[in-house]
């Protein structure tokens, strides 16, 4: 691809990227500049793009500020799947370094390649990431996303060593041999998703050790959405700071977007790489900076896979930029539009219930969503359990308030079950939230 090849000449892993301190007006003409590039990449060498933008009658030529991205149609999961297993790649597949995909629940996974640079700008992403969440060159980090075809695991590798840590590749699962580990290494940071870490916090606990006197002091989490309760839940039990980190396979994985260790005020997007926007899922309109919408990405450099106007699905809201001023956050994710429950007419989260049970002490953050449809109505059931520390009785009261809070909060009556600690499966990555037993 033709832009010119970003500057990943980090000399000093410890110190900012020059992209990182660009003014908002520097940012938003390289972002230009490497629109064109990739839409014109994109129109050149795939043709599902050029069919798509044909269908639409645009052209790269279409494309002569920011604003007009808002021409261009969108693509979404089904863009990528149609293009099984190779076809959206922009460049020929030996040039193509590795491969990834999403695991997705049903059918086909959806593809992703890396060109060398790809993987170079990602594991400069990713160690500008851990950087900005408090981690330090020499540090010894833990990391237990998988590794696999998941970009997790591999993608928080490069960054790890790039950044000039050291690496510990422990992959997901396997527990209480991760226990054992961060007991006998101490290492300062740990990578994994939120619930993952609880799941620690358990281990811990069952071997003996208190979570609280572990070497950890960073925690960098994501893959999954997690509320402030959660992070405060997480910092409690371990004694440590937590901080976000988003991504998606489909836009490069984990790295697009990471969090300030001093501010903890949600993620900054990394916009020298990234173009974000925030539209209406319904009519599909682009929203100003601060509504609440579906976020949309576009690639800025990627050589392999340009993603032009990805769908992401995940609801959330732009927000000016605080630490890096020239890059805009993103708000904490409150759910995936193909995560929301519709009940009875209600739409509801499983992060509005997160909030409300963390806010009841006697409830512990393990929980699930059973959805059933008895006669011809739907019925929701949160199986919860109580902390260990608590009695039967405690528990079952404070499961009545949490059905309470939830029919004042959200309007949804559900049905509310205390369940004994420890008794419901834990993640050893992403944890599903929602068993949906209705018939189809
Ligand atoms: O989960 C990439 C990743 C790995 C991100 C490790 C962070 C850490 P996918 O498997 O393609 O990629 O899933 C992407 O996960 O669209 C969100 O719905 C969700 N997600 C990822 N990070 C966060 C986060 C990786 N920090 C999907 N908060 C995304 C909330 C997140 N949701």
């Known amino acids: 691809m033709s832009t010119e090849p970003p500057a ?32 014109r990449h994109a ?22 500020s920011l604003e007009d991205l808002a021409k261009f149609p969108f693509t979404d999961k089904g863009f990528l799947r149609r293009a099984y297993p190779f076809k959206a790649f922009a460049v020929p597949r030996k040039q193509v370094r590795r491969i990834h995909a999403s695991s997705g629940t049903t059918g086909r996974p959806t593809v992703v390649g890396y060109t060398d640079q790809d ?15 408090g981690i330090r060159p020499g540090d010894l980090v833990h990391n237990a996303y998988g590794y696999g075809l998941f970009t997790g695991g591999l993608g928080a590798h490069a960054g790890i060593e790039k950044l000039q840590a050291t690496v510990i590749p422990m992959s997901g699962g396997q527990t209480s041999k991760q226990v054992q580990l961060i007991d006998d290494f101490r290492p300062r940071a740990i990578l994994c998703t939120p619930t993952y870490l609880l799941a620690l916090a358990d281990g811990f606990r069952e071997a003996g050790l208190d979570p609280r006197e572990t070497s950890l002091e960073v925690a960098v989490l994501g893959a999954e959405p997690w509320t402030d309760e959660m992070r405060r839940e997480i910092e409690k039990t371990f004694a440590l700071k937590a901080c976000d980190i988003y991504g998606l396979s489909e836009v490069m994985g984990p790295g697009v977007a990471g969090e300030s260790f001093e501010r903890q005020d949600a993620s900054t997007i990394w916009e020298d790489h990234f173009r974000p926007e925030i539209i209406d899922p319904f009519t599909e309109e682009v929203l100003p900076t601060g509504q609440h919408g579906e976020l949309v990405f576009t690639t800025l450099t990627k050589q392999a896979l340009p993603i032009i106007r990805y769908r992401t699905h995940d609801l959330t809201q732009l927000l000016p930029g605080t630490d890096r001023p020239g890059h805009r956050r993103m708000g904490r994710i409150t759910g995936r539009s193909d995560d929301m429950i519709i009940l009875r007419g209600v739409n509801l989260f499983p992060s509005q219930i997160e909030e409300i049970a963390l806010g009841l002490e006697p409830l512990s953050p393990h929980f699930q969503l059973r959805l059933t449809r008895p006669d011809r109505m739907d019925e929701m059931t949160v199986h919860i359990e109580r902390r260990a520390e608590v009695s039967a009785d405690d528990g079952e009261s404070a499961g009545r308030s949490l059905a309470e809070q939830i029919k004042v909060r959200i309007g949804s009556s559900c049905r509310v079950v205390v369940e004994e600690p420890g008794s419901l499966a834990r993640s050893s990555g992403k944890l599903r939230r929602i068993y949906d037993e209705r018939p189809r």
Request: overall charge negative.
């Open 119 to 133: 993987l170079e700008n990602w594991a400069t992403l990713v160690a500008r990431c851990l950087r900005f969440s």
């Open 8 to 39: 990943a000449s980090q000399t000093d892993p410890s110190r900012p990227d020059p992209e990182e301190l660009m003014s908002r007006a520097e940012i938003e003409e390289l972002q230009l500049g490497r629109l064109q590039a990739t839409v």
């Open 43 to 64: 129109y050149e060498n795939v043709e599902a793009y050029r069919e798509l933008y044909d269908a639409h009658h645009v052209t790269p030529e279409d494309l002569q």
